[in-house]
């Protein structure tokens, strides 16, 4: 029974070693569809950006003090999410709790300023209804805002199992995980911050 026992967890142990690896390789793949999606986005708004149809153009929406702002915002939640990681990986919890709760007011912030421009928009009756480029612009910057509320909503899961749980191997992949995806929304919002606000600036 005894030894019967041993050989299990000896052949269930490298299972789960081996668990964390694949788990961060399914996310890659999912990031690289995404980034597909997004590629595919950006493709599109580069030809509709243009057809406004005598309605408001992006030169008339471009807030370039805001929007700087909200890049600044966004890269500083992204170096403090990696010193968030740092103390996870030194088995600080209270650290990690930490710069994640900083990481999260800045996320939230950014959240909060593209939310306010993107309504004023909507009052104003300038709707993705209203021209092709707006219908662009909503659905580009309305994606990337969307992936930050799903991101911060995981950040606060993540942290409130840590709290309670402690840092664990299972904590570790999804920090992990989780980086992952903040890097990738930094880097699409780097794409949105050239692509439609200093181009539309021009």
């Known amino acids: 029974m005894t030894s019967l026992t041993s050989t299990q967890a000896e052949h269930h142990h490298p299972h789960h070693h081996d668990a964390g690896p694949r788990v961060i390789f399914g996310f890659w793949i999912f990031i690289l569809s995404d980034f597909i999606m997004f590629s595919a986005l950006f493709a599109t708004y580069a030809v509709l950006r243009n057809h406004s149809f005598g309605d408001i153009t992006i030169k008339q929406i471009v807030d370039l003090p805001l929007i700087t702002t909200q890049t600044l915002l966004l890269l500083a939640s992204c170096l403090t999410y990696g010193f968030g990681l740092v103390a ?19 996320g939230l912030a950014f959240v909060g300023m593209d939310y306010q421009q993107l309504a004023h928009l909507y009052r104003d009756g300038h709707t993705w209804q209203t021209s092709a480029f707006l219908s662009a612009y909503y659905t580009v910057v309305g994606l990337q805002l969307i992936h930050m509320v799903a991101a911060l909503l995981w950040l606060l899961i993540i942290a409130g199992q840590v709290s309670l749980k402690g840092i664990n191997e ?18 699409m919002w780097i794409f949105i911050f050239a692509i439609v606000y200093l181009m539309g600036a021009i």
């Open 88 to 106: 996870m990986h030194r088995g600080n919890h209270k650290k990690l709790l930490t710069w994640a709760g900083v990481t999260f007011v800045l």
């Open 170 to 187: 299972r904590m570790k992949n999804r920090f992990a995980c989780l980086g992952l995806f903040w890097d990738f929304l930094n880097i």
